[in-house]
């Protein structure tokens, strides 16, 4: 099992950055990857970034593409999705996740990101 805890986000303005935080415990020995999803009222959960253990492949959404960066911390076992300029579009809840093989298979419990305009 992995445990994943997301915190950093919450209310700002268009333009604005932030940072979020992904926290992992338990069996990371086994992660390939780590990553981050979104999920807008309304809208299907969709992909974000991700960057695998070693930081050698990470691969973004076009939407955030030049805006977000993911990044890692092994020796604090915590990865992060630091977002630039940010868009009233970005506003959605926030989830981190680790996958093992081809399924992303632990979640976090997400954090709020709204965007004002």
């Known amino acids: 099992q992995v445990q994943l805890v997301e915190s950093g986000g919450g209310l700002v303005q268009a333009g604005d950055s932030l940072r979020l935080s992904c926290a992992a415990s338990g069996r990371t020995f086994s992660t390939f990857a780590m990553g981050w999803f979104r999920q807008a009222p309304g809208k299907e959960r969709e992909f974000v970034a991700e960057?695998?253990?070693?930081?050698?492949?990470?691969s973004y959404a076009d939407s955030v593409k030049g805006r977000f960066t993911i990044s890692k911390d092994n020796a604090k076992s915590t990865f992060y999705l630091q977002m630039n300029k940010l868009m009233s579009e970005d506003t959605a809840v926030y989830y981190c996740?680790?996958?093992?093989?081809?399924?992303?298979?632990?979640w976090g419990q997400g954090t709020q990101v709204t965007v004002s305009s």
């Open positions: 960057i695998n253990w070693i930081g050698s492949q990470i």
């Open positions: 996740a680790s996958r093992s093989g081809s399924v992303w298979d632990y």
